[in-house]
């Protein structure tokens, strides 16, 4: 007799559909894979339920560290009231801190996707979510500090983006001075960057802005686009060098004959950028 139950039992199994482990996920996206302390993570899910008067969803990151940091946050939570079953749902998550610059701390993070269910409470009966109704899907993210690059950049007091740029993307410069210069000065500060290929048709193979009225150690920043009168400037395809100058302007007097000053400007700055 035990031989036929264990057959049975066999064949029962095998009629039970099995689940893949990527099924799970497959209905759950993240993006990105990594963060930076003030990366805006997208959730997209797929609800089992469509939400209600009394079921909503709740997408929430909780920091797994013990101790955190001064001036970070450690938990992030956005509440979906309106979602339909099996419908992609978009949700984008950031620090719920009051404060002016929020911040996620850095380290491993949890992300959960909740089902709640809230009871239908009569009189003054104080209503608690029912934690058996809840489906969780979990995910993990891990949030690094500012990456080198970027510190770098900030130490050097130079940021210059993108890295890589089409023929008619704006470069924003952004650049720490290490001089002053008040408004009626004749001396400026040239941000100018220069092709440095050969020959070029129906591109542009230079820019330059220039600058006055600037602090010491304040951050300025600048967009250079294509130096020409044509109807649709491009920037020409490409190495292009980049520098930040300080020119000094000559004080001639009578009818003497000031020279260029572009002769006696101060490199502060380089930089090298591509575009293709």
Same mark, same amino acid.
């Given at each position: 007799?035990?031989? !036929?139950?264990?057959?049975?039992?066999?064949f029962a199994l095998t009629l039970v559909p099995a689940? !893949? $482990?990527?099924?799970a996920k497959s209905s759950l996206r993240v993006t990105p894979k990594r963060g /930076? #302390?003030? =990366?805006?993570?997208?959730?997209?899910?797929? #609800? &089992? &339920? /469509?939400?209600g008067a009394h079921d909503t969803y709740v997408v929430r990151m909780d920091w797994r560290g013990k101790r955190a940091p001064k001036g970070c946050d450690r938990y992030a939570s956005v509440e979906v009231t309106r979602?339909?079953?099996r419908t992609w749902k978009a949700v984008r998550l950031r620090p719920n $801190? !009051?404060?002016r610059a929020p911040r996620w701390c850095t380290g491993t993070w949890v992300g959960r996707v909740v089902e709640r269910h809230t009871e239908d409470c *009569? +009189?003054? *009966?104080?209503?608690?979510? /029912?934690? *058996?109704?809840?489906e969780e899907q979990r995910w993990y993210r891990r949030i690094v500090a500012t990456p080198a690059r970027a510190?770098?950049?900030? $130490?050097? +007091?130079l940021k210059v =983006? #993108?890295?890589v740029a089409s023929p008619r993307t704006p470069f924003r410069i952004a650049f720490r001075p290490k001089r002053t210069l008040k408004g009626w000065e004749e001396d400026r500060y040239v941000v100018r960057m220069d092709w440095r290929g050969g020959r070029a048709k129906r591109c542009d193979r230079f820019a330059t802005v220039d600058l006055y009225g600037i602090r010491r150690g304040r951050w300025k920043a600048v967009r250079l686009r294509p130096d020409t009168p044509r109807r649709h400037p491009r920037w020409c395809k490409g190495t292009w060098s980049g520098r930040i100058l300080y020119v000094v302007v000559d004080d001639c007097g009578g009818d003497e004959i000031c020279r260029d000053p572009d002769e006696d400007a101060t490199v502060e700055r380089r930089f090298t950028r591509r575009v293709r």
């Open positions: 007799m035990r031989r !036929p139950a264990l057959l049975l039992l066999a689940v !893949p $482990a990527a099924a /930076t #302390p003030t =990366t805006v993570f997208r959730v997209v899910f797929r #609800p &089992q &339920q /469509t939400t979602a339909k079953r $801190a !009051p404060r *009569e +009189g003054d *009966e104080i209503c608690r979510d /029912t934690d *058996e109704d809840w510190r770098a950049a900030k $130490a050097k +007091g =983006t #993108p890295r």
